[in-house]
């Protein structure tokens, strides 16, 4: 599985950013899509995910001001967050839980990242 993001680089504080992915090489789908991040000199962090059906789930630090979105027919996820914050620059990864054949177990991948950075 590869995966392919777009998005990100430099976004003044107060705008909004777009960061979409997608997804290739899939041979019995996707459970779950997402998105990470990392700060610089922290922990790798939930951003948002959403599963085949639909269902989200925001981390707290863009709970209210960011909407996930799929297109479980092309593989593809965009992610929009608004109100930037300087607290918002960080390595942004995309992820995915792809369905290794029919047992319903997963494979985790995750893309390269794209570093955001929010400018005061």
């Known amino acids: 599985v590869q995966l392919q993001a777009c998005g990100g680089g430099l976004v003044q504080a107060g705008g909004s950013l777009t960061l979409s992915c997608v997804a290739s090489?899939?041979?019995?789908?996707?459970?779950?899509m997402g998105w990470y991040r990392q700060p610089r000199g922290k922990q790798r962090e939930l951003v948002a995910t959403?599963?085949?059906?639909?269902?989200?789930n925001y981390g707290d630090s863009v709970k209210g001001r960011s909407t996930i979105s799929r297109d479980n027919a092309k593989n593809t996820m965009v992610l929009e967050i608004n109100n930037l914050k300087p607290e918002d620059r960080a390595v942004y990864y995309c992820?995915?839980?792809?369905?290794?054949?029919?047992?319903?177990?997963?494979?985790?991948?995750w893309g390269p990242g794209t570093l955001v950075t929010v400018s005061r």
């Open positions: 992820n995915v839980l792809a369905l290794r054949g029919t047992s319903g177990y997963t494979d985790n991948y």
């Open positions: 090489g899939t041979k019995f789908g996707i459970r779950e």
């Open positions: 959403i599963t085949s059906d639909g269902i989200t």
